[in-house]
């Protein structure tokens, strides 16, 4: 097949199927999102009212911690969550380097130094042994101080942080995991929210938990953590004074969104569930074709994303484009191949940087039909063979 005629293309009367659909979720859950945002327009407290409360109650509870407080964004939450950690100029902070480019800005942005860490090859996540290795590095250079590891749980999938944690002890370093796509995720009977001393999450729109614009929290079961982080989000200041006791910023999450995840909370288990469906007839359609995700038995992913690793991904990619699948690549870059990353690629990531090239996130997300998962799987078995010829 020459490679500007493709064979494949959009089966007669078929809808496109996006990566994403956030309009499916919205008609299903219409009214309740309809009464929820109505009580906020009416009380008109927008900044920290009553939805904020009940939404942090439950945000912990659901993640087993004892505090959760609701913040304006993802990156947001990294970067409050290091503030409040003391976290800054002279400190190095560990992340892995194959991740969204808000894991290594949060840390640039309060003052501190991002080392890259590569990856493990088949959980994505941040490779405990290297992660040694870079802290002997640093350590032994004096310029700089090991301070944080902060793992992200790639696709939804929480990391090892069992040996991470231990890794990072032996540095004399504490953990902050970067959640933003694994809220729901489990390790053991443990949820994610309390796999780390304290852990940041997203609800950008397309995460499995996400609200009507931006939107994060952190996680954390220590009182004087969560005491500093509710001042930081908040100009600074503690309670209802005026008083700016530490440095601050607007960092919190409108009532509005916090109204929107309250809706969305209510349907949360069952929409995981059907993830985890969707996610298992993939596995079971496409296991002998492309690398299917490896979840281990104790854990379960958030199926924030269901990336295979394909080769000619781009073609493979074009091809089912022209067939009406809507697909995603996270990320085409590793982290220190960002213009603005640079200055910190002082490390060998090979792992990260592989992955850059292969991966592929397919349609999955709770109001997919079996029907349009059949399409998916349809698709990408035509369209592998073919961008190989
Ligand atoms: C791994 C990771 N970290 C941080 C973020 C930042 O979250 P937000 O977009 O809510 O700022 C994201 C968002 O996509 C992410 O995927």
Redesign the pocket.
Known sequence: MSPSKPVLTLAPGGRRINLYDLHGQKNRLGEDLDRRMGAVLQHGQFILGPEVDELERRLASFAGVDHAIAVS??????MIAMMAMGVGRGDAVFVPGF??A??GG?VVSVGATPVFVDVDPVSFAMDPDDLDKAMTEVRNEGRLVPRVAMP???YGLPADYAALTAVAEKHGATILA?A??SFGGRSGNQRVGALAPIT?T???P??PLGCYG???AILTSDPALAESIRAIRSHGRAGDGDEATVLGLTGRLDTLQAAVLLAKLDVFEAELKRRHEIAACYDAALGDLVTVPVIPDDQASAF?LYTVRVRHRDKVRDLLDERGIGTGV?YRLALHQHPAFRAYATRALPHSVALAADVLSLPLHADLADDEVDRVIAAVRAAVPAAAE
């Open positions: 964004s993802g990156r947001d939450a990294l991740t969204f808000a894991t949060a992200v749980d790639l970067d933003a796509q940041a997203s609800f950008y397309t995460k931006d939107g994060g924030a996270f």
